[in-house]
């Protein structure tokens, strides 16, 4: 056991001992008359490591003063408990060169009473650790109480951190936490704006992850178990009757608001549930209904089925304008000629796309953009307001085909040429499968090289387009006497603009022509058994098979 020196300056290292004054080891004021607040007692500290000898000679700093140690005898035996560590030896002038830098205290804490006290190694002072002599004294194991298990609250706040971020007031309430833990009062869970802001953000992709549709579904859910049955009109009206218009695209929603707005049904509720318990009734297409006011909601649904209630525009493929005009007068009981008045005035603000040409050689501007199809048209509604939807639909087949990129591929000028041909097979094609062998026909009489033709097209469609008629019919002295631009007969090439409303499958067939040589066709039945030839020989043939059915 080493021993520490009996000489001046044997007193154990303190917090304000040389190693922590400003001036090295040197000139530092010595800790004696300081009183202790253990009133006497000494400190107890773990018994330090073995050290070496002090030197015997006066250290500096402590005024050559004898600090006496507890047992009186001026030096201080020390346990060899703690075995096994470095000794570190200080010597006069410095440590040990062979020793390990010791662990130095660090410089008192003014706020900490107990910091400015001497300290005192007790070696020879009993160990209150865990006896009933410490204080505070230990607990009992049967009074401890076990350690607190984690609060759920923490794997839900973690569990939302990646929805609501992470802030400094976050960093602050899990640090007022833990000390309430520690403290043994952290039993009141902490509500976390984090559980609040992702509570918020699931609400919000529920609502717009469900769309519009599923809102409305579970708005009549909640509408029934709220408030119970809908409210509803009884019966299949008053008599009174009225036109709604049906837009394209409309669910159950639309078309039940629709219908309350008009006095037809007395809830769109009612109407969803009617509709919903109606099988086919999903299958309501967009249109111009004829219903009654003040109608179960029920009878709604099973009119809306029946395809008599539609007040609807019906234009036929390779159908000609004057004729939608005629339907359209009918549909909204105007006289006759109202529409086709409003067509000429109106022509160029009804949407027609930028390539469509309005010459003064052009019959109609509008012939080949009313496209195919049903459209809403009932009494109260304008005749620009109809043709508008068959021009914008137009427009939108005709973007979707890229007419103006197919045009030049085919040996034409632009789109509405393209539309022109259309026209043309849809007016002489009578069958689907004559469609391709037709176009063929219109392109190879069309080349500069056609020497059979020399670039007339010959069609009777129209000369008749020009008439208004459709007579096959047609004497050579009658049709070359006339000399209009529509007459092929006298002016080659296309005539000034479509004859007709071409239909998809012509349009198609327009696109995509055989490439067998066909450049003759005869009607050899005169409706709609028509064949083709690749040259003038088989079409005398075909013409001479034709006269024989006509009687000529």
Known sequence: ??????????????????????????????????????????????????????????????EGQQQPYPDGSGQQQYDQRFHGQTQQQFHQGGWDATGTHGHVPYAADPGDPYGQQPVAYGGEQPDFYGTEDAYPPPVPPARRRPDPEPEPEAAAEEEHAVLAGDGEEDDEEHELQGRRERRGKGKKPVKSKKRRTGCACMVVVLVFGGGLGGVGYFGYKFYQNRFGTAPDFAGDGNGEQVTVEIPKGAGGWEIGRRLKEAGVVKSAEAFVHAQTSTPGADGIQAGAYLLKKEMSAASAVRLMMDPRSQNSVVVTPGERNSGVYAAIDKKLELSAGSTKKVADKQYKSLGLPAWARSSSEVKDPLEGFLFPGTYPAAKGMKPEAILKQMVTQAKQKYAAYGLTEKAKALGLDNAFQLVTVGSLVQAEGKTHEDFRKMAEVVYNRLKPTNTETNRLLQFDSTYNYLKGTSNIHISEKEINSNPSPYNTYR???????????????????TLNPTHDGWIYFVATDGTNNTEFAKTYAEFLELKDKFNANAGN
Do not use: C, F, V
């Open 1 to 62: 056991m080493t021993e520490y020196g009996r000489g001046q300056g044997s007193e154990p290292w303190h917090p304000e001992d040389p190693l922590y004054g400003d001036g090295g080891w040197g000139g530092q004021q010595t800790h004696a008359g300081r009183q202790s607040p253990y009133d006497g007692q000494p400190q107890h500290y773990p018994q330090a490591p073995q050290y070496g000898e002090w030197s015997h000679e006066q250290q500096p700093g402590y």
């Open 491 to 509: 002016h080659p090439g296309l005539p000034p603009g479509p004859i007709g409303n071409p239909g998809e499958d012509a349009l198609k067939a």
